[in-house]
């Protein structure tokens, strides 16, 4: 069964930095590119960040270009985010999700579960 | 990044047809024939139900339906069942500057 399963969400204050971890199974992660999809309270989808399959091209929304960094390490079979500065409309859910080829975002075809980002002080 | 515009709210009783608009530009919905749309039941993760405009993922029923035209993509559920009272987002691929945008999101709700 193809799985994803996020982690490393928590409330951190305003500033401060978190790394988000998506472990997956059931599938050849490194054939696959990935993305961020983050959602805040309340409030629709927004896409964050994505990655080709090895890792090598990288996207970023305008909202968070700068301040986050998607990686994922194949080995492991693990996609990252690396937020820093973060601010309180950072404050989401955070999926991570499994697009359909190595290098083309034209949609995601399985996601995880989420895990939830909270900035406040 | 502008969001794609879709209705706030749709309603229908059971066995009825809805249908949901997707509005975006040229630059995204009308550029591109990769328009996907997601279900999303409160609390839980989206699932896609719609792919490349019209197709369906192995599973997805086929009251299920997507098309376009011009700069607006839709969705329409047919023979409307309890289960399908959810959030809907559209969302398309925008060119490699762009990327991706999601729609506003629209609730079904089955009176």
């Known amino acids: 069964e193809v799985q994803l399963l996020e982690s490393g969400g928590a409330l951190v204050q305003p500033g401060g930095s978190l790394r988000l971890s998506c472990a997956a199974s059931?599938?050849?992660?490194?054939?696959?590119?990935m993305s961020w999809v983050r959602q805040a309270p309340g409030k629709g989808l927004e896409w964050v960040s994505a990655?080709?399959?090895?890792?090598?091209?990288?996207y970023y929304a305008d909202s968070v270009k700068g301040r986050f960094t998607i990686s994922r390490d194949n080995s492991k079979n693990t996609l990252y985010l690396q937020m820093n500065s973060l601010r309180a409309e950072d404050t989401a859910v955070y999926y991570c999700?499994?697009?359909?080829?190595?290098?083309?975002?034209?949609?995601?075809?399985?996601w995880g579960k989420g895990t939830t980002v909270t900035v406040s002080s | 990044q502008s969001a794609l515009t879709q209705p706030r709210s749709v309603s229908g009783s059971p066995g009825q047809s809805v249908t949901i608009s997707c509005t975006g530009t040229?630059?995204?919905?009308?550029?591109?024939?990769?328009v996907s749309w997601y279900q999303q039941h409160p609390g839980k993760a989206p699932k896609l139900i719609i792919y490349?405009?019209?197709k369906r993922p192995s599973g997805v029923p086929d009251r299920f339906s997507g098309s376009k035209s011009g700069n607006t993509a839709s969705l329409t559920i047919s023979g409307l069942q309890a289960d399908d009272e959810a959030d809907y987002y559209c969302?398309?691929?925008?060119?490699?500057?762009?990327?991706?945008?999601f729609g506003t999101g629209t609730m079904v709700t089955v009176l």
């Open positions: 490349d405009v019209t």
């Open positions: 040229s630059s995204d919905v009308g550029g591109y024939n990769y």
């Open positions: 059931g599938f050849s992660f490194s054939n696959h590119a």
């Open positions: 999700a499994k697009e359909p080829g190595p290098s083309q975002y034209f949609y995601m075809d399985v």
């Open positions: 969302c398309s691929f925008a060119g490699s500057y762009t990327f991706r945008a």
């Open positions: 990655t080709h399959d090895s890792g090598a091209k990288r």
